[in-house]
């Protein structure tokens, strides 16, 4: 998404337009967005952002992982558990050629991925780091404590339950979908929603960072 420049001769009707309809857009609140039939990856902005609030989970290189680790520089956060059979892997593949077709912006602007494993008891960080490392090198995964996990996800409107233990197959995790979008101040800035598409959401995050200051 693009703004041009505004010509001199424009009349003000038309300005005043195009700048009530982008007031609009930059002010959606958080909730729920449904994509039309044919369309691609949703985004909904919110403004202003919400700061997160104090968590302590612990990175896959046993490093802490808490609000101060997500200062200074841009995030993409993603819930899921490495024993989920379908959508966690899409995500995060479609998250590796997001993470490509950003490979153009400074270092400054370019985002971390966090995979955020909601299944404690049965993903290690061992486990975590050698999964999320299949797809990108560079991305970071982490765990804690459900407790711990609760307050970040619900802070992301993230929340997640677990499913009644089966015998043959174990239990398995409901979480969301989306992907939070973490700014250098440690707000919430955006978030995506199904169905994700990783050259849409490479095109959105330049403008979330425009729109933002592009400044850590």
Same mark, same amino acid.
């Given at each position: 998404?693009?703004?041009? #420049?505004?010509?001199?001769?424009? =009349?003000?009707?038309?300005?005043?337009?195009?700048?009530? =309809?982008?007031?609009?857009?930059?002010?959606?609140?958080?909730?729920?967005?449904?994509? #039309?039939? /044919?369309?691609?990856?949703?985004?909904?902005?919110?403004?202003? /952002?919400?700061?997160?609030?104090?968590?302590?989970?612990?990175? &896959?290189? /046993?490093?802490?992982? !808490?609000?101060?680790?997500?200062?200074?520089?841009?995030?993409?956060?993603?819930?899921?558990?490495?024993?989920?059979?379908?959508?966690?892997?899409?995500?995060?593949?479609?998250?590796?050629?997001? +993470?490509?077709?950003?490979? =153009?912006?400074?270092?400054?602007?370019?985002?971390?991925?966090?995979?955020?494993?909601?299944?404690?008891?049965?993903?290690?960080?061992? =486990?975590?780091?050698?999964?999320?490392?299949?797809?990108?090198?560079?991305?970071? +995964?982490?765990?804690?404590?459900?407790?711990?996990?609760? @307050?970040?996800?619900?802070?992301?409107?993230?929340?997640?339950?677990?499913?009644?233990?089966?015998?043959? !197959?174990?239990?398995?995790?409901?979480?969301?979908?989306?992907?939070?979008?973490? &700014?250098?101040?440690?707000?919430?800035?955006?978030?995506?929603?199904?169905?994700? @598409?990783?050259?849409?959401?490479?095109?959105?995050?330049?403008?979330?960072?425009?729109?933002?200051?592009?400044?850590?």
């Amino acid at each position: 998404m693009r703004i041009k #420049p505004y010509l001199p001769y424009i =009349g003000i009707a038309t300005f005043a337009l195009v700048v009530g =309809g982008l007031a609009g857009y930059l002010n959606l609140k958080h909730r729920p967005s449904v994509a #039309p039939a /044919g369309q691609t990856t949703t985004i909904v902005l919110l403004r202003p /952002g919400r700061l997160l609030p104090a968590f302590k989970l612990q990175l &896959d290189d /046993g490093k802490p992982f !808490t609000r101060d680790a997500l200062s200074g520089h841009w995030s993409l956060l993603y819930f899921g558990y490495t024993h989920c059979k379908d959508v966690c892997p899409a995500t995060l593949a479609d998250l590796t050629k997001m +993470a490509a077709a950003l490979k =153009g912006l400074p270092p400054a602007q370019r985002p971390q991925v966090y995979f955020i494993s909601v299944d404690p008891k049965r993903d290690s960080l061992t =486990g975590l780091r050698d999964y999320v490392k299949y797809f990108d090198v560079d991305f970071s +995964a982490a765990t804690g404590s459900v407790d711990q996990l609760r @307050i970040l996800a619900k802070a992301l409107g993230a929340d997640f339950s677990y499913t009644p233990p089966d015998q043959s !197959t174990g239990y398995t995790v409901n979480h969301s979908n989306s992907i939070m979008v973490v &700014d250098p101040q440690v707000r919430e800035v955006a978030l995506y929603t199904p169905p994700l @598409i990783a050259s849409r959401m490479a095109d959105d995050y330049r403008f979330i960072i425009k729109i933002q200051g592009a400044q850590p």
